[in-house]
């Protein structure tokens, strides 16, 4: 199985910060990656896809980078709904594995 | 719009099996796979399997063959899991989500196995 190992755990964030969330897959995944958010309660909901792919209606401070092995996930400038949980999704070979997530919290 | 309406929480008791379903709504059901997901506070996000609706193919990550089963019914336009002999260790929020980009989720169903 392709592992996803996700960092950081956990982030705070002032509001109007950038910040950066990585995944690292075990082998070279060519792209095939996801990333997500979850609110607390709530369904994952698709921010970006193909590794750089923004989903639509999603805003334009987040954005996605990477190749190969290496990803991630940019919030460009924090606002108070970017709290919540993210983690990313490899769909490049059987079975699909997810990160193990990252906790994002406002400072 | 695109909408995944799945049942509601199910409490059983452990050797059992229980049948979730999820419903869809607003696209057209058999052009899109549809993927279950098992989320727990331990293990994260695991991928259960995914079936294609229109063909009835499925695949399953290797940890729950055995465990679940994947099935649709075309004419209501609703994909189901089932789960069997069910332990504690099945405790868990179940998802269903369309398609290989995961771009639409169930609200999730809460299932708890205990005696």
């Known amino acids: 199985d392709i592992q996803m190992t996700q960092s950081p755990a956990s982030l705070s964030a002032s509001l109007g910060e950038t910040i950066s969330i990585e995944c690292r897959a075990s082998?070279?995944?060519?792209?095939?990656l996801a990333w997500y958010q979850q609110k607390s309660g709530k369904s994952p909901q698709l921010l970006i896809y193909?590794?750089?792919r923004l989903q639509d209606g999603v805003p334009s401070r987040f954005s996605g980078s990477g190749s190969g092995t290496q990803y991630s996930l940019k919030i460009s400038g924090m606002q108070p709904e970017d709290e919540g949980d993210y983690f990313c999704?490899?769909?490049?070979?059987?079975?699909?594995?997810f990160g193990s997530g990252t906790k994002l919290e406002i400072k | 719009q695109v909408q995944l309406q799945q049942s509601g929480a199910e409490l059983v008791k452990p050797g059992t099996s229980v049948k979730l379903s999820c419903k869809a709504s607003?696209?057209?059901?058999?052009?899109?796979?549809m993927n279950w997901i098992k989320q727990t506070t331990g293990q994260g996000l695991e991928w259960i399997g995914i079936?294609?609706?229109?063909?009835?193919?499925?695949s399953y990550n290797v940890k729950f063959k055995g465990k679940a089963t994947l099935t649709v019914d075309k004419s209501s336009s609703t994909a189901f899991m089932q789960l069997s002999s069910l332990t504690p260790e099945d405790s868990a929020v179940y998802y269903c989500?369309?398609?290989?980009?995961?771009?639409?989720w169930g609200q999730g169903v809460m299932v708890t196995v205990s005696s």
């Open positions: 989500a369309r398609s290989r980009a995961f771009d639409y």
């Open positions: 607003g696209y057209t059901f058999t052009s899109n796979h």
């Open positions: 079936i294609n609706p229109g063909s009835g193919g499925t």
């Open positions: 082998e070279d995944i060519y792209s095939n």
């Open positions: 193909a590794a750089n």
């Open positions: 999704l490899q769909g490049s070979k059987f079975p699909l594995t």
